[in-house]
Nanobody
C-alpha cells in the first residue's frame, strides 16, 4: 500500500507564493517520475511539473517561468514552488508518481490552491 502526504496548499493573494510538498511512503518501490498535476472544475487535468530520479524535469510551458520543482530521492519527496500566483492557478494540485519500469501512475488526494484577493 502507498501513502501520500501532500501539504502546502491554501489561500493566497495574486502575486503570492506557495510551496507544495509531497512525500510518498509505503510499498512504492523505486520511483521514476514524481510530479504535480492540477485540475479545476470544467477543465482537464494538466501537468504542472514532474521530475525523474536523475533530476530531469518537464514543466508546463504556460507556467514554467513561475515554478520550480525539486526532489529528495532518499525519502520520495517532491517539492513544487509556485511564484507570482494568478487567479487562473486556482485548482486542486495532485501529487503523482510512476514506479520505475511501469506505466502505472499513482495519485494523491490533492491539496487545494486558491488565488484570490
Amino acid at each position: 500500500q502507498v501513502q501520500f502526504a501532500e501539504s502546502g496548499g491554501g489561500l493566497v493573494q495574486p502575486g503570492g507564493s506557495l510551496r507544495l510538498t509531497c512525500t510518498v511512503s509505503g510499498n512504492s518501490g523505486r520511483i521514476d517520475f514524481m510530479g504535480w498535476y492540477r485540475q479545476s472544475p470544467g477543465k482537464e487535468r494538466e501537468l504542472v511539473a514532474r521530475i525523474n530520479e536523475d533530476g530531469l524535469t518537464k514543466l508546463n510551458k504556460f507556467v514554467r517561468d513561475r515554478i520550480s520543482v525539486s526532489r529528495v530521492n532518499a525519502n520520495n519527496t517532491v517539492i513544487l514552488q509556485l511564484n507570482n500566483l494568478e487567479p487562473e492557478d486556482t485548482a486542486l494540485y495532485l501529487c503523482s508518481f510512476n514506479p520505475h519500469g511501469s506505466s502505472d501512475r499513482y495519485w494523491g488526494q490533492g491539496t487545494q490552491v486558491t488565488v484570490s484577493s
